[in-house]
């Protein structure tokens, strides 16, 4: 099944199963290795896209689902790390081992650009999605106060 959508601002196309997880068509189709496996049940986040600006599960999104649809991945966010949550991201240190920070990444944008100024719980709860084994959690969410404040 050949599949046509945008990604990250560029026409792409797939020929894969209709099944198969567009996880797997980003990192082994298309070579965009940003969108990390993490779980494969959509429990942990590390997958996080935006389709059409909303976050969504890549591992357990369909390609069949995204015919004429704009994907945009870690690597889209923007092209020299300045979007406000990258930047952030960076001032605050949030990283440990990084392998769930373009899933947290990811989120974090989608959150604050449908609620540019969250409270703190909107963040905790919005945020509940992803899994950090390093559990910098603490950093995580100063990173996302500070993208809300300076935008």
């Known amino acids: 099944m050949i599949v046509h959508f945008t990604v990250n601002g560029s026409r792409a196309e797939a020929d894969a199963p209709p099944e198969t997880p567009l996880l797997w068509v980003l990192r082994e189709h298309l070579k965009l290795p940003g969108t990390r496996f993490g779980c494969g049940a959509g429990l942990c986040g590390a997958c996080m896209v935006h389709i059409d600006g909303d976050r969504a599960f890549s591992c357990q999104t369909q390609l069949s689902g995204i015919e004429g649809r704009a994907v945009t ?26 392998y769930c920070q373009s899933g947290q990444i990811m989120s974090a944008a989608a959150l604050l650009k449908h609620s540019p100024h969250p409270t703190r719980d909107e963040i905790v709860d919005y945020m509940s999605a992803h899994i950090c084994r390093c559990g910098t959690y603490p950093r995580i969410l100063r990173a996302i106060e500070r993208a809300s404040r300076e935008g």
């Open 73 to 98: 991945t870690i690597e889209g966010l923007s092209k020299d790390s300045t979007h406000p949550v990258q930047k952030a991201w960076l001032k605050e240190q949030v990283p440990q081992c990084g």
